[in-house]
Nanobody, 124 residues
Framework: QVQLVESGGGLVQPGGSLRLSCAAS????????MGWFRQAPGKERAFVAA????????YYADFVKGRFTISRDNARKTVYLQMNSLKPEDTAVYYC?????????????????WGQGTQVTVSS
């Protein structure tokens, strides 16, 4: 069982930056691939980024490539999403997800466990 708690959301101006964090409970954090998803009002949840168990393999949705960076710290049981050059269309609730998987990531992960989400609003 893994419990996930996101933090770091807020209001930011276009072009600004935010760093989201997702703290995990449980003793087997390093057995999980981790990912970020987002859901904008009136839209379906969309994949954003994923990282494998070691942090050595990452995968991004096309719309965030070059702007967002996913990373993890297994000692702190935390995964991060550094978001730069934010746009109004990045406004959404951002969710952290975990999938028990030990390979490389080459696409969106499946969400075995989900956090409650953190709101990101990009507006002037």
């Amino acid at each position: 069982q893994v419990q996930l708690v996101e933090s770091g959301g807020g209001l930011v101006q276009p072009g600004g930056s935010l760093r989201l964090s997702c703290a995990a409970s449980g003793r087997t954090f390093s057995s999980y691939a981790m990912g970020w998803f987002r859901q904008a009002p009136g839209k379906e949840r969309a994949f954003v980024a994923a990282v494998n168990w070691s942090g050595g393999s990452t995968y991004y949705a096309d719309f965030v490539k070059g702007r967002f960076t996913i990373s993890r710290d297994n000692a702190r049981k935390t995964v991060y999403l550094q978001m730069n050059s934010l746009k109004p269309e990045d406004t959404a609730v951002y969710y952290c997800a975990a999938q028990r998987y030990s390979g490389l990531v080459a696409g969106p992960i499946a969400g075995d466990y989900w956090g409650q989400g953190t709101q990101v609003t990009v507006s002037s």
